[in-house]
């Protein structure tokens, strides 16, 4: 690994994670951060530098350092889930989420917990794969990446941030699989959400 826990924490923040055993955590496939009271990144283990680096590659790692905004990465769901985590912050509750996280030729599911530190000190949040497989013949048709299909009156590509297909420029509700703008998005990419995901996985909340 390229990274120590030092390097990868917010000075003192292993104190809070002792209920936790930050061995343990090191030691877990998964992918496990942990955020302070602010919402800041505090602590990533090995799994989630290994699922960096096998993704998004080293710069992922050097643009969300501990203390970083790393919840920017969310894009349009960034007020869904800080809206869920400041309820887990103040109320010390859990919460759990499924999302999908898709490669260009896999489909990937994640399950998320979030859990409370004791005395609203943070979050620790891990992020288990519970479904990879090749995607099915025919489950997504592959379009190609044409920009001049896609590309919206104010010139951005709406991908969505949860399913990563991509909005029709001449047709709103029909959203398109481009593995080629998965693998690397173009830099005119904005993140949005399809209907479908809008409404399955990020309902607006309950009062
Ligand atoms: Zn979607």
């Not at 699922?51 to 501990?66: H, I, K, T």
């Amino acid at each position: 690994m390229v990274l120590s826990v030092e390097q990868r924490c917010l000075t003192g923040f292993p104190e809070r994670l002792v209920a936790f055993e930050v061995d343990q955590l090191e030691r877990l496939e998964d992918s496990v951060y942990a955020l302070d009271g602010y919402l800041r990144l505090a602590y990533v283990n090995q799994g989630w530098e290994r699922f960096a680096l096998e993704n998004d590659g080293a710069e992922v790692l050097e643009q969300y350092p501990p203390g970083a905004d790393v919840l920017s990465v969310c894009g349009p769901l960034r007020p869904f889930y800080e809206t869920h985590f400041r309820h887990c912050l103040e109320h010390g509750t859990r919460w759990a989420h499924d999302y999908e996280c898709p490669s260009p030729e896999r489909y990937r599911r994640f399950h998320m917990d979030v859990y409370p530190l004791p005395r609203h000190g943070g979050l620790l949040i891990v992020n288990t794969r519970s479904v990879e497989r090749p995607f099915d013949k025919g489950e997504r048709p592959v379009r190609d990446p044409v920009e001049s299909e896609y590309a919206q009156p104010n010139g951005l590509i709406v991908q969505c941030s949860h399913c990563r297909r991509v909005q029709r420029a001449d047709r709103e509700l029909q959203w398109d699989w481009i593995p080629a703008w998965v693998h690397e998005p173009p830099a005119n990419t904005s993140g949005g959400l399809c209907r479908p995901c809008y409404g399955l996985h990020y309902p607006p909340p309950l009062d």
